[in-house]
């Protein structure tokens, strides 16, 4: 195990592109989890992510692959692949091979994102992506995108979310906001208070993160009367070396000309804050860690739940765990 780039890439939901990169009859290839995927929308607008070179002698299906009604055809000799990975057609054979299958990923679409799950094993899926009610809504406005690449490990990206204290000496906050961190099996819930002065004054407001595996992240801001902000994120391992950063943004239309563009605007400065972190931080598989980091210690042993196989006593066989933090 690399100390520069912590432990293998993780089981979880990832996105892979977005999804309008991908229009109906398009190909896309992409590279994550260490491997050569492709990604095509069908002529009916369904998305499918197969593994990227073909079965029959190797061709990358991203590279002169096109889409022919609800399959992928192969450039060089034109067999044809649907969304489950089957064979669909071979226009020069007689009858199919037995066996004739390429690697199907399962995708979906959720916040213009495409996610895929990736498991070592290749297990199912052992969550869902979540429910954003936010985004459809006539009352929030249309998300605003936002994406970064950064070299670090996605489970060292997401450990952020339980880190109270570097928002005083990263984000320059007055002082480490009180937080409370619950876990509720496979989900992590962060709760902080903090005082913002915006245009529109000053609130005493609370910061709600919920994580959903090492890869996705909520985080929405709360009081100010009648008025929210929803951030939506998806950091995906490229390799262990390497993460795509994606987030999207969305406030509630009664407070976008007011002091939504700013707290947009604030949330993307406080990502790339982080950035410098992130780039030159190496990997402590065994931090020493003080009293004041309760929160990153509960972190690590509910990280190893997305790893194969879990370690024994890791946190989805506990009960709900909740600590509550003070101002520093």
């Not at 943004?249 to 790339?272: C, M, P, R, S, W």
Request: charged letters at 20%; one cysteine or more; glycine letters at 8%.
């Amino acid at each position: 195990m690399s100390e520069r780039f912590g432990p293998p890439i993780p089981n979880g939901w990832f996105a892979v592109a977005w999804s309008n990169d991908v229009a109906p009859g398009e190909v896309k290839s992409v590279h994550y989890f260490e491997q050569d995927l492709v990604i095509f929308r069908t002529e009916t607008g369904e998305v499918h992510v197969l593994d990227a070179f073909c079965p029959h002698l190797g061709a990358h299906l991203g590279f002169g692959g096109t889409v022919v009604g609800e399959s992928l055809q192969c450039p060089f000799h034109a067999w044809q692949w649907a969304g489950d990975g089957s064979c669909a057609s071979i226009p020069y054979a007689k009858r199919i091979p037995p066996g004739a299958k390429i690697r199907s990923w399962r995708a979906q679409e959720l916040a213009d994102m495409i996610f895929v799950w990736h498991h070592i094993e290749d297990e199912p899926p052992f969550f869902d992506l979540p429910v954003l009610s936010e985004l459809g809504s006539p009352s929030w406005t249309t998300p605003e995108h936002f994406d970064m690449t950064v070299k670090a490990h996605v489970q060292d990206m997401t450990e952020n979310n339980c880190d109270p204290v570097h928002f005083k000496y990263v984000h320059e906050n007055d002082n480490v906001p009180e937080s409370e961190v619950s876990y509720d099996g496979l989900t992590m819930h962060v709760e902080s208070v903090s005082n913002y002065e915006t245009v529109a004054g000053s609130f005493d407001m609370k910061l709600v993160r919920d994580t959903w595996g090492l890869g996705l992240a909520a985080v929405r801001i709360e009081g100010i009367p009648d008025c929210g902000l929803m951030m939506f994120s998806s950091t995906s391992p490229v390799t262990r070396e390497k993460s795509d950063s994606r987030w999207i943004f969305t406030v509630t239309e009664n407070l976008y000309d007011t002091a939504g563009k700013e707290f947009i605007q604030n949330l993307q400065e406080g990502v790339t804050q982080d950035y410098p972190i992130w780039e030159n931080k190496i990997h402590r598989p065994q931090p020493l860690l003080c009293d004041g980091d309760e929160f990153l210690a509960e972190y690590r042993r509910w990280a190893s739940n997305f790893y194969s196989p879990p370690p024994a006593g890791s946190l989805a066989e506990r009960p709900t765990v909740r600590r509550a933090g003070a101002s520093r």
